[in-house]
Each structure stands twice: as structure tokens, then as C-alpha cells.
Nanobody, 124 residues
Framework: QLQLVESGGGLVQPGESLRLSCAAS????????LAWFRQVPGKEREGVAC????????YYVDSVKGRFTISRDNAKNVVYLDINNLKPEDTATFYC?????????????????WGQGTLVTVSS
């Protein structure tokens, strides 16, 4: 099973861009589907982007299409989430997750492990 550690969160101004990283340790990174979720207090955790194993087909929830980009580097065991034109409503804790082999929409077909989360705050 993978262990996941997110980084890259922080305080950013509206309109700026940010790259979140999720470093994995453990065996078989390239065989896992990987996803980013976000959660704001009082709301359910929402899958926003998923990338399948191997060739890495990508899927996004409609609300982030065009601004969020998920990618993976199987040589480095890292999955990224690039967020452009950040908005105050993007403020959330972002979690990466791994499981299964493919994506079912913006989430992996299975969920096996989570990172601890990284907080993104968008404010002027």
C-alpha cells in the first residue's frame, strides 16, 4: 500500500497559480489511479481530478475544468495538481488519494489510501 504526503499549499492571492504535489512511497505507484480531493469545513470531501494508472487518462469535475490540471511522474512517484487563476472559493484542504487502476469520473474506482492534506487559502 502506498503512503502519500501532500505539499505545496499555502496562502495565495486571487488570480495566482499554485502547484500541489503528492509524493508516494511504497510499491507499485504506476499501477494506481490517483486523485485529488478538496474539502471545506462543513462539507463533504469532493473528488476534483483523477488520473488513471500507466498512460494516465485524466478526468475532472465540471467545476474545475480548464483551471485544474492533474499529472503524474511515475519515475518520481509524484502526482501533481496545477491550479490556475485561483479564486477565493478554491480555499480548501486538498487531499491526494490512491486506489484501483482507473478512474470512475473524478475519483479512482477504488480508494485505498489518503494523504494528510494540504491547506490552500485564497485571499487578498
Amino acid at each position: 500500500q502506498l503512503q502519500l504526503v501532500e505539499s505545496g499549499g499555502g496562502l495565495v492571492q486571487p488570480g495566482e497559480s499554485l502547484r500541489l504535489s503528492c509524493a508516494a512511497s511504497g510499491y507499485g505507484f504506476e499501477y494506481y489511479a490517483l486523485a485529488w480531493f478538496r474539502q471545506v469545513p462543513g462539507k463533504e470531501r469532493e473528488g476534483v481530478a483523477c488520473i488513471g494508472s500507466r498512460e494516465g487518462a485524466t478526468y475532472y469535475v465540471d467545476s474545475v475544468k480548464g483551471r485544474f490540471t492533474i499529472s503524474r511522474d511515475n519515475a518520481k512517484n509524484v502526482v501533481y495538481l496545477d491550479i490556475n487563476n485561483l479564486k477565493p472559493e478554491d480555499t480548501a484542504t486538498f487531499y491526494c488519494a490512491a486506489g484501483g487502476y482507473y478512474c470512475s469520473g473524478a475519483v479512482p474506482n477504488e480508494l485505498e489510501t489518503w494523504g494528510q492534506g494540504t491547506l490552500v487559502t485564497v485571499s487578498s
